[in-house]
């Protein structure tokens, strides 16, 4: 049986020693039936896989989880130990990366934009290692704004997800579903990865608009301004955000980055109303059971996909640093089923999404975002 290796930064992390390798937070569940038959971690591959949280840690229910999940299936695979190292701040993302090379790594996911200039750093002082930087370009800029397709280091493979296509989809089908005619959003703070989320629900709610003939107005983001927590927390401010979007009467929100989805969580049940939550990087009603009476969708991104296939192709001579751009063509992207709104939404509602998403492929309805 496999084991994954996982250490948890707390400052001083180069005294952290293979042989002491603890955590104060629980990763996600590991598949007990994957890896060798016979229990022996002896490892059939020279591939060394290892991962870095942001600051959200491995069991966020989101992205960092996703890309958590995708390396440890790559490590089982490939009949090795993933060694994951969970940031608790900003502060800890080049002491980790440092303490991965130290470990022997051939190959390190890190997750999140936020990690951009710790990696490049990384990279370009240990280029025989191979990176995979996950929701960043890494050319030029730190927050994916300066996106030309080629990484400032050769030896970074950046996984982008062009979410604005999927969050149109989302928008669209909030649209189709208030009472109130009016939807809202609020996220972590102004990155383009967060904001890519606001622009495309944005875009689709008033796409449904426009050929519905429906007055939808969109609370939380006019496209270049909106409503922020200042992080990624689930914290009072967060619930605070949500509490004021919901009270300009918006019965659908959308909360984008990571655990901030629980003050919306929290400002639904203290509201009394009826309102739908949209949401993000998972499907949110599967990986957290308790939001299932207020998730109506989620917009997907393939990070678990894209990052299983980055740590695979480590294992020979092929690895391809290319950028990796999710779309819904690719199934890179896309909106989870409606669970328990089934019968909530229009019956129609399904075909027309499709016939949306159809669209947004072929190229006659436009969808815009930093990566297009």
């Known amino acids: 049986m496999l084991k994954t290796r996982k250490v948890v930064a707390s400052g001083l992390v180069a005294m952290l020693t293979a042989a002491t390798l603890a955590a104060c937070g629980d990763a996600p569940e590991e598949d007990t039936n994957s890896g060798s038959d016979n229990g022996s971690?002896?490892?059939?591959?020279?591939?060394?896989?290892?991962?870095?949280?942001?600051?959200?840690?491995?069991?966020?229910?989101?992205?960092?989880?996703?890309?958590?999940?995708?390396?440890?299936?790559?490590?089982?695979?490939?009949?090795?130990?993933?060694?994951a190292v969970e940031s608790n701040s900003e502060n800890e993302y080049a002491p980790n990366l440092e303490s991965l090379v130290g470990q022997g790594c051939t190959v390190i996911v890190t997750v999140g934009f936020a990690l951009a200039a710790a990696t490049k750093e990384s990279a370009a002082a240990n280029p025989d290692i191979e990176y995979v930087l996950i929701d960043d370009s890494a050319d030029g800029g730190d927050d994916g704004e300066t996106f030309d397709g080629k990484a400032d280091q050769p030896n970074i493979k950046p996984l982008l997800y062009d979410t604005a296509q999927a969050a149109f989809l989302a928008g669209y089908a909030a649209a189709d579903y208030t009472k109130t005619g009016k939807v809202g959003t609020y996220g972590g703070l102004p990155f383009p990865t967060v904001?890519?989320?606001?622009?495309?629900?944005?875009?689709?709610?008033?796409?449904?608009?426009?050929?519905?003939?429906?007055?939808?107005?969109?609370?939380?983001?006019?496209?270049?301004d909106g409503s922020f927590t200042g992080g990624f927390e689930a914290n009072e401010a967060a619930t605070n955000t949500a509490k004021q979007i919901l009270d300009q009467d918006v019965d659908v929100v959308l909360?984008?980055?990571?655990?901030?989805?629980?003050?919306?969580?929290?400002?639904?049940?203290?509201?009394?109303k009826d309102v739908a939550m949209v949401g993000v990087d998972a499907d949110l009603y599967e990986t957290d059971p308790s939001t299932q009476d207020y998730v109506m969708t989620s917009i997907l991104k393939g990070m678990k996909v894209s990052t299983y296939e980055a740590v695979m192709s480590a294992d020979g001579d092929d690895f391809d640093f290319a950028p990796y751009i999710g779309t819904l063509e690719n199934d890179g992207v896309g909106i989870a089923p409606f669970h328990n709104f089934e019968d909530k939404v229009s019956p129609e509602l399904a075909d027309e999404l499709e016939t949306v998403k159809a669209g947004i492929i072929d190229g006659s309805i436009t969808v815009n975002s930093y990566l297009n």
Do not use: H, R
Not at 255 to 272: R, T
């Open 41 to 83: 971690s002896e490892a059939t591959s020279d591939v060394v896989p290892c991962i870095v949280s942001d600051a959200g840690g491995f069991d966020d229910k989101s992205f960092n989880q996703l890309g958590f999940e995708g390396a440890e299936q790559a490590a089982d695979e490939l009949g090795v130990e993933l060694i």
């Open 195 to 224: 904001t890519i989320f606001m622009d495309g629900f944005k875009q689709g709610a008033e796409y449904y608009a426009e050929e519905n003939g429906k007055d939808v107005e969109v609370v939380g983001w006019d496209g270049k």
């Open 255 to 272: 909360p984008v980055g990571g655990p901030i989805y629980q003050g919306a969580v929290s400002a639904i049940k203290d509201s009394g």
